[in-house]
T-cell receptor
């Protein structure tokens, strides 16, 4: 059974600091991995999607890497800002019987960037 | 496009009552998903549809839960009768995936329905 774990569960950093969020998964047979952001009382917003054949994806100050063989992904946030404060979730897309696929979410990291 | 639209945003009801949650996916998206989020269990997939047809409902907790998608622009998740342990945030999401070869499309989430069953 695929399990997705995120460490740390919570993180508080001063504004301007670079930071890394970690995601690990137990089954390397994934189609892709996504990083989402969730603001309080809101839905999830997809930030980056990495295909299983890719090593990393970048969007602005965000960089996500994927190491399938070790079951790990990292989300790097450069020059953090208070507006980056949110919960960050990773999710892996698994093959799941026939023509269907299943997205398994991690436990999330609550990030607080202090001004 | 306005994105995935869910209603109501908040629902407070008493145990035993019927609850209906509504979702309008993004126009043109082939897939619609219902998720439940709690502190204890995180985000769980309840059911998803492809072209209005339920594909996988193995995540539906029990027979009290049912979901329908009568057309491409509307879906409902119904709980009857509701129980306090059903209290959670229920999210609807849609995906524009058009084929099975490369499942690389992103999921687009609604803002969720905060359900409280007293």
């Amino acid at each position: 059974k695929q399990e997705v774990t995120q460490i740390p569960a919570a993180l508080s950093v001063p504004e301007g600091e670079n930071l890394v969020l970690n995601c690990s998964f137990t089954d390397s047979a994934i189609y892709n991995l996504q990083w989402f952001r969730q603001d309080p009382g809101k839905g999830l917003t997809s930030l980056l999607l990495i295909q299983s054949s890719q090593r990393e994806q970048t969007s602005g100050r965000l960089n996500a890497s994927l190491d399938k063989s070790s079951g790990r992904s990292t989300l790097y946030i450069a020059a953090s800002q208070p507006g980056d404060s949110a919960t960050y979730l990773c999710a892996v897309l698994l093959p799941y019987g026939g023509a269907t696929n299943k997205l398994i979410f991690g436990t999330g990291t609550l990030l607080a960037v202090q001004p | 496009d306005a994105g995935v639209i869910q209603s109501p945003r908040h629902e407070v009801t008493e145990m035993g009552q019927e609850v209906t949650l509504r979702c309008k996916p993004i126009s043109g998206h082939d897939y619609l998903f219902w998720y439940r989020q709690t502190m204890m269990r995180g985000l769980e997939l309840l059911i998803y549809f492809n072209n209005n047809v339920p594909i996988d409902d193995s995540g539906m907790p029990e027979d009290r839960f049912s979901a329908k998608m009568p057309n491409a622009s509307f879906s409902t998740l119904k709980i009857q009768p509701s129980e306090p342990r059903d209290s959670a945030v229920y999210f609807c999401a849609s995906s524009p995936r058009t084929g099975m070869v490369l499942p690389n499309e992103k999921l687009f989430f609604g803002s969720g329905t905060q359900l409280s069953v007293l």
